[in-house]
């Protein structure tokens, strides 16, 4: 199962409200794991801004303000499924900076962070929820900015190691 999930990629490079990105995150399920009631959904889509950049991110909360940023390359070409399982992922983070917590405690390593674990197990759910398998969860969790080792470590800790086989990893 795809998620039925409408995308504007057609947005140049500016700030956007919520709702003119992803038109139906407010009525997204897995909102109800990550916040606390209806009304905390709708004030976070009403007031969180989606920033679009024409730098080559990929998707991240900025820790100051909660605004989340995408690269307008990877909003335009990223597979649905993966920019839905990353606007669940961020809006994890956005209920974490609600909470007062440090979304990149340099201590840790990234797929070390209380942060990054929570998010992850929720997006893994939700990944495996809509019907991905765990060579495609795999993929997902393997992001530029983590080792091979550090993928490997993820992947275990999320449940999908199974997937690293399938992909072809030897370990």
Not at 37 to 62: A, L, N, W
Not at 129 to 152: A, F, K
């Amino acid at each position: 199962m795809k998620p039925h999930f409408r995308i504007n990629r057609l947005l140049k490079p500016g700030p956007y409200r919520m709702e003119e990105v992803f038109a139906d995150i407010r009525f997204c399920p897995v909102l109800g794991e990550i916040f606390a009631d209806e009304r905390e959904i709708d004030r976070v889509v009403s007031e969180i801004t989606v920033s679009i950049s024409d730098k080559p991110h990929v998707m991240f909360v900025d820790n100051h303000d909660g605004t989340i940023t995408i690269g307008m390359a990877y909003l335009q070409e990223a597979s649905d499924e993966f920019l839905y399982l990353d606007i669940i992922h961020e809006l994890c983070h956005v209920k974490q900076h609600l909470q007062g917590l440090d979304l990149y405690d340099r201590s840790k390593s990234y797929v070390d962070r209380e942060t990054e674990i929570e998010a992850y197990r929720i997006t893994v759910r939700e990944a495996h929820r809509i019907g991905l398998n765990d060579e495609e969860i795999c993929h997902y969790l393997q992001v530029p900015w983590i080792s091979p080792e550090e993928h490997r470590r993820l992947a275990t800790r999320m449940g999908v190691e199974n997937g690293l086989r399938a992909e072809g990893d030897s370990s």
